[in-house]
C-alpha cells in the first residue's frame, strides 16, 4: 500500500533550537496538509499546498514556522526558534480531494 | 465561516451495543465529508467518505454513516461495537479550494 511517509518519528530538541520535519506524499498526490494535534487544541490546520504551491498558512505561527515543498516529494515544515508550547504530534497528509491519507506524525517535544 | 461540530466529546457504550456518533458542518459550498479514526499512538485512517450519489456510505470495520444535506449532518454509526473500536473518531470536511477542515473529535469508550 502507498502510505505518507514522516520522518523523523519522535524528535527531543532544546528551547531555541531549529526542528524540520519532513513528509514524502504519496507519488502523484497533488495536495499536502501539514497538522499539528495537541490535547487542548484538537487538529490544527498549519499549511496546505497544491502543486507545490502554498494555498494557506493561515493556521501557523508566521515569526517561527514556514512550510515549504522545494519538490514533488518533499514537503518540510521547520520551526525556528522553537519553543516548549510547540511540543506536539505533526501530521502531514496528501492525496487527491476526496481520499486523503495522513502519515503516521512526528513527536516533538521541545524541553 | 466553514465549521464541523461534533456533538458529543465521549461516548460510552458497552460491547455489542449500536452506536451513532453525531456530525453537523456549516458550509457554503458542496463539500466532501469523511470519518477518520485515531487509535492510540496513531496517525488517523480513514473510515468512509461521502463524495456525491448515495447518502448512504459504508466504510471499514462495519461503520456505515448518512449525508442528511437538509441537517447538514453525517452520522457515523455501528449496529455492534467491538472493545477494538475503542478509539477517537474524528469528522471532517472538504470544501472551498478542498481545504480539509476537522471537527474536535469523539472518543468512543466501549466496554466489556
Known amino acids: 500500500d502507498a502510505r505518507v511517509t514522516q520522518t523523523p518519528r519522535h524528535k527531543v530538541t532544546e528551547m531555541g533550537q531549529e526542528v524540520t520535519m519532513r513528509c514524502q506524499p504519496i507519488?502523484?498526490?497533488?495536495?499536502v496538509f501539514w497538522y499539528r494535534q495537541t490535547m487542548m487544541q484538537g487538529l490544527e490546520l498549519l499549511a496546505y499546498?497544491?502543486?507545490?504551491?502554498?494555498?494557506?498558512d493561515s493556521g501557523m505561527p508566521k515569526d517561527r514556522f514556514s512550510a515549504e515543498m522545494p519538490d514533488a516529494t518533499l514537503a518540510t515544515l521547520k520551526i525556528q526558534p522553537s519553543e516548549p508550547r510547540d511540543s506536539a504530534v505533526y501530521f502531514c497528509?496528501?492525496?487527491?480531494?476526496?481520499?486523503?491519507?495522513f502519515g503516521s506524525g512526528t513527536r516533538l517535544t521541545v524541553v | 465561516a466553514q465549521s464541523v461540530t461534533q456533538l458529543d466529546s465521549q461516548v460510552p457504550v458497552f460491547e455489542e451495543a449500536p452506536v451513532e456518533l453525531r456530525c453537523n458542518y456549516s458550509?457554503?459550498?458542496?463539500?466532501?465529508l469523511f470519518w477518520y479514526v485515531q487509535y492510540p499512538n496513531q496517525g488517523l485512517q480513514l473510515l468512509l467518505k461521502?463524495?456525491?450519489?448515495?447518502?448512504l456510505v459504508k466504510g471499514i470495520n462495519g461503520f456505515e454513516a448518512e449525508f442528511n444535506k437538509s441537517q447538514t449532518s453525517f452520522h457515523l454509526r455501528k449496529p455492534s461495537v467491538h472493545i477494538s473500536d475503542t478509539a477517537e473518531y474524528f469528522c471532517?470536511?472538504?470544501?472551498?479550494?478542498?481545504?480539509?477542515?476537522f471537527g474536535a473529535g469523539t472518543r468512543l469508550a466501549v466496554h466489556p
Open positions: 497528509a496528501s492525496g487527491p480531494p476526496g481520499g486523503y491519507t
Open positions: 507519488l502523484g498526490h497533488n495536495t
Open positions: 499546498f497544491r502543486n507545490r504551491a502554498p494555498l494557506d
Open positions: 458550509s457554503s459550498v458542496s463539500v466532501y
Open positions: 461521502y463524495l456525491s450519489g448515495s447518502t
Open positions: 471532517a470536511f472538504s470544501g472551498g479550494y478542498n481545504k480539509l477542515i
